[in-house]
């Protein structure tokens, strides 16, 4: 099983990215994917979840009304839309993978991992 992050950079506040995660070697449609951070020396954060279909989409606090998650079962990969970024937001981005549904608290229920991508706000 592999997830390959990719899409992150430096850009300055209020610009745009969107991160791209692409998976290989599970059924992608059988789990609910995820995006997290984490800065040196904090806890990893929750930033967004979709649900198998794509039907459910939970965001954290930091992500709420700024970044959208959406996901192609077809192409195997999940995506987020980052919008207005702030120096807030930097952090190593992952993608992970859990077989159950969505967890917005618990990063030991996500059984796949990513290695991530940087992304840096100035």
């Known amino acids: 099983v592999q997830l390959v992050e990719s899409g992150g950079g430096s850009v300055q506040t209020g610009s745009s990215l969107t991160l791209s995660c692409s998976t290989s070697?599970?059924?992608?449609?059988?789990?609910?994917m995820a995006w997290w951070r984490r800065t040196p020396g904090k806890q990893r954060e929750i930033v967004s979840c979709?649900?198998?279909?794509?039907?459910?989409?939970f965001y954290g606090d930091s992500a709420e009304g700024r970044f959208t998650v959406d996901r192609n079962n077809g192409r195997n990969t999940m995506w987020l839309q980052m919008n207005g970024l702030e120096p807030g937001d930097t952090a190593m981005y992952y993608c992970?993978?859990?077989?159950?549904?969505?967890?917005?608290?618990?990063?030991?229920?996500?059984?796949?991992w990513g290695k991530g991508t940087q992304v840096t706000v100035s």
């Open positions: 070697g599970l059924r992608f449609g059988d789990y609910g």
């Open positions: 979709i649900s198998l279909g794509g039907g459910g989409k």
């Open positions: 992970a993978a859990t077989g159950g549904f969505c967890d917005m608290r618990d990063p030991t229920a996500y059984r796949y």
